[in-house]
């Protein structure tokens, strides 16, 4: 695979784009210095390329298998992680006291999809350890912290995250895993957990699994769901790995895609667990880690789509077909249409991802409510525009390569097999837009106004040097503030039938915004240009997306099963 970590592309958004000098000015994150930032980004992106991409095909043609209770990785996998954990990349966040970098969430977000782009089934494992990290930090006592944290920072445990069960998917209260309290403290936890992704693998000394589970007479729904460590291994007096516990995984899943990725259906058959946090408090515990790869996840998304767009870029440029001034079908206007449309909405993406990072890290380095209320509102957008980027610009890209792209040999199929899951978990996108829609726009529409104020405020700067955009910018910002004011009038159910458009909506006015940044920048260059293509032929989508979203509840619940059958 072509891939290069588009590390110049995170610098010119960090710098020009979300404002990333406002977290280098806290105090919590003073010693993210933009010679620091580059070293990092520049040492990450070498390995994506050296080391990660090289893997992206064999975890598709050699998929991790389970052998006699063993999951065995894909060939070269584990010397992949090995170079992900020995250079600190799964802890870039962590603390220090633990041995992370304690460096700000904006740039764990550029590694992480850059790692995504390489090699996406395998950047899932420290993923999901990242948030377990986060999760134990915020919610485990400290002797949980002081034995597992050192262990996941460093790499040599990881960690996974157990929700699903067959009967339970997205409605988590459902789940019927049981946790008995045992008389020295520790729980027994009983039941079968689905759709855990690295539930086992071969090349870490460890797999601490977070699960959710019942105590008894624990309540109905999501309040009585608390939330265990429960390890393979269970760690001796030392700290290290002892006797196995008692959980096996029973198969792995037959997947469209991310064949590299183990997704395990784990059983836990009275195997012995901790509980981190209060009991009834495991989907507040779970969340801070969900919340974590919600953001996450989107970068994948982004991830994936830069390595798609690379691959369907070099085709183009090497693939005759026809007769053009450059001689390939890169001169084309069709084909330089497909390629623009897909490099527009990876920026979007991409900076939608780091402007939310940068919120959350201006909330934990401030405390102030708008920061926070800001990053919680943009959240589903990077989750759910992030995934759908990643969808649609890997299906562009087989476009792009035309009857090649069928072909498997090309690798152009496996952008969009391995990136397609990522709009169903960690919350489909239809729930993470009923979230924005709901939860989210609960102040009345305070946070999402905000944003508006400031996407208007910059667009009225722009206009003594570029006129036209910034009026298209500003016009669009001000039609998603009416709708916004008209949403929030709705009865909850009719906003759940507009969610998706809506979030699609707003999404398209913020790339309408980072795009008239990335021009005031760069006004005669790539950027410049680029800028111009997206907000005169792809902005104006917003438009269609908000008379949808006008349209309401009315007469959508009223075509009935009967009707969708007919």
Not at 120 to 140: R, V
Not at 493 to 508: C, E, K, M, Q, S
Request: hydrophobic share 40%.
């Amino acid at each position: 695979m072509p891939y290069r970590a588009p590390v110049s592309e995170f610098g010119f958004l960090l710098d020009h784009v979300v404002g990333f000098s406002a977290v280098q000015q806290t105090e919590r994150f003073a010693e993210a210095t933009d010679d620091t930032v580059l070293a990092v980004l520049t040492e990450a992106g070498k390995m994506c390329d050296e080391v990660l991409a090289p893997l992206q095909r064999n975890g598709d043609l050699h998929p991790a298998v389970l052998e006699n209770g063993v999951v065995r990785a894909s060939p070269g996998y584990a010397e992949g992680y090995n170079a992900i954990a020995e250079g600190g990349w799964v802890a870039i966040t962590a603390d220090p006291e633990h041995g992370g970098m304690g460096l700000p969430l904006t740039v764990a977000t550029a590694v992480n999809e850059m790692m995504s782009g390489a090699c996406l089934s395998l950047q899932l494992n420290p993923l999901l350890t990242q948030g377990q990290i986060e999760a134990l930090e915020h919610h485990a006592d400290d002797a949980m912290r002081a034995l597992y944290l050192p262990k996941l920072i460093s790499g040599e445990w990881s960690g996974t995250m157990n929700l699903t069960e067959p009967q339970a998917g997205s409605d988590v209260g459902a789940l019927s895993s049981k946790a008995e309290p045992k008389d020295d403290g520790t729980y027994a936890i009983t039941g079968q957990k689905i759709y855990i992704s690295w539930g086992d693998t071969d090349f870490v000394d460890n797999v601490c699994h977070l699960v959710l589970a019942r105590l008894p007479d624990a309540a109905p729904g999501t309040k009585g769901i608390s939330l265990f460590m429960v390890p393979k291994y269970i760690p001796d007096a030392d700290g290290n790995p002892g006797v196995a516990n008692s959980l096996r995984v029973v198969s792995l899943e037959h997947k469209m895609g991310l064949h590299g990725s183990p997704t395990c259906v784990m059983s836990y058959e009275g195997a012995t667990g901790w509980i981190v946090g209060e009991p009834g408090g495991g989907m507040k515990a779970m969340f801070t880690m969900m919340n974590n790869a919600r953001l996450g996840v989107g970068g994948q998304g982004v991830g994936a789509a830069e390595g798609a767009y690379q691959l369907a870029l070099a085709f183009a440029g090497e693939r005759k077909q026809g007769k053009t001034p450059e001689g390939t079908i890169i001169g084309h206007a069709d084909v330089r249409r497909m390629l623009a449309t897909m490099k527009a909405d990876v920026f979007t993406a991409r900076a939608i991802a780091l402007d939310c990072a940068v919120a959350i890290d201006m909330g934990r380095a401030t405390g102030e409510p708008e920061w926070q209320a800001r990053a919680a509102f943009l959240t589903p957008i990077a989750k759910a525009f992030g995934t759908d980027t990643g969808c649609a610009v890997s299906e562009m890209g087989v476009q792009v390569h035309g009857g090649m792209g069928y072909v498997e040999e090309t690798g152009a199929a496996q952008y969009y097999r391995d990136v397609r899951v990522t709009a169903i978990y960690e919350g489909t996108n239809g729930i993470q837009a009923m979230d924005m829609v709901g939860r989210k726009l609960m102040d009345g529409g305070e946070a999402a106004n905000r944003l508006l104020d400031e996407i208007e405020a910059f667009a009225d700067t722009a206009k003594t040097t570029l006129p036209d955009l910034a009026e298209a910018v500003w016009d669009a910002a001000e039609s998603l503030r009416e709708t916004t004011d008209w949403l929030v009038a709705q009865p909850m159910a009719d906003r759940f039938g507009t969610a998706v458009p809506y979030l699609r909506a707003f999404a398209r006015v913020l790339g309408g915004h980072y795009h008239l940044r990335a021009a005031m920048a760069d006004p005669e260059g790539a950027h410049g240009r680029l800028a111009r293509f997206y907000i005169t032929r792809m902005l104006p989508e917003h438009a269609g997306l908000l008379a949808h979203v006008r349209a309401g509840g009315e007469g959508l619940m009223e075509i009935s099963p009967d009707d969708l059958a007919a």
